[in-house]
């Protein structure tokens, strides 16, 4: 058994056409893979999955410009079943600038965003992998109709940001969530009963209150992580961290970005297109 039967299915609910910098050579690849035995069929399909969410973005080529769209949640094809938690994959997204910049047709490329953000896990290593792709010898230029949080995170990895006049960047933090269930399990005559080894096993869970202790600690998690993230924009724009950290997640739009140091410009994506190849920017 193969996973071909998959390929319209993942096309239409899965992963929008453009991730893949060649449907149809993934296609084929999968039509002609060996067939499956039984026992390894989980196994296979989470290989299958796992790679998928490595395979290169579509991208075009304007005026030997190179134009990657980053388009809906960001997040890790580490995380199993990537696909339910967001649109994209980092994977994808530095494997499609490596091929862009490598290009012999292109002369800069453009990330285009339009994410409001993603998982925590892998983003900032994609930052850095961007970093050190944007320090050749091609402009990497982010345009942003919005790029919030983690998106914003990879977009300030590039050599300058232009924000679409109307759109915004920032959120500058991390968050998580807890519900807390309990007292409607209470209403339905169900009672949930953790029996677990570690003081700390069961922070967090849902079936009964956040506990003042465990809230604390999920709160100090979110200001050390929210801290790398601060560090990293700081380094990568250039600005002092106290800045960074002072926009306490705010989005900014058009202007408000340039002027919070958040974009170098505002400008329409097709007025920066025109002259994106002509651009020099600092390595």
């Known amino acids: 058994m193969t996973y071909a039967f998959l390929n319209e299915n993942r096309a239409r609910m899965f992963i929008p056409q453009a991730h893949l910098l060649s449907r149809i050579d993934a296609e084929r690849r999968m039509a002609a893979a060996a067939p499956v035995a039984p026992e390894k069929m989980a196994g296979s399909f989470m290989q299958w999955v796992t790679e998928m969410g490595r395979e290169p973005l579509d991208y075009r080529i304007v005026d030997r410009v190179a134009l990657i769209d980053i388009h809906g949640a960001v997040c890790s094809a580490q995380i199993p079943l990537w696909f339910f938690y967001g649109d994209v994959t980092y994977e994808s997204i530095v494997e499609t600038l490596r091929h862009a910049v490598a290009d012999t047709d292109t002369d800069a490329v453009i990330l285009r965003f339009n994410s409001p953000g993603g998982t925590v896990t892998g983003c900032a290593e994609a930052a850095a992998a961007i970093d050190r792709i944007a320090s050749g010898d091609k402009p990497v230029i982010a345009h942003a109709q919005m790029a919030d949080s983690a998106a914003f995170w990879l977009a300030s990895a590039t050599n300058k940001i232009f924000?679409?006049?109307?759109?915004?960047?920032?959120?500058?933090?991390?968050?998580?969530?807890?519900?807390?269930?309990?007292?409607?399990?209470?209403?339905?005559?169900?009672?949930?009963?953790?029996?677990?080894?570690?003081?700390?096993?069961?922070?967090?869970?849902?079936?009964?209150?956040?506990?003042?202790?465990?809230?604390?600690?999920?709160?100090?998690?979110?200001?050390?992580?929210?801290?790398?993230?601060?560090?990293?924009?700081?380094?990568?724009?250039?600005?002092p961290e106290k800045q960074v950290k002072a926009t306490e997640a705010l989005t900014y739009i058009g202007a408000q970005a340039v002027a919070a140091g958040l974009a170098d410009e505002a400008k329409f994506f097709d007025d920066l297109l025109a002259e994106a190849a002509s651009l020099a920017v600092d390595g």
Request: proline share 4%; with cysteine.
């Open 163 to 239: 924000v679409d006049p109307t759109g915004e960047v920032g959120s500058i933090g991390v968050i998580c969530m807890h519900a807390d269930y309990s007292k409607l399990y209470e209403e339905w005559g169900i009672k949930v009963t953790a029996i677990a080894a570690g003081a700390h096993k069961t922070d967090g869970n849902p079936y009964e209150p956040l506990t003042e202790q465990a809230l604390e600690r999920f709160k100090a998690d979110m200001e050390y992580l929210r801290g790398q993230f601060v560090s990293s924009v700081a380094k990568y724009r250039g600005l």
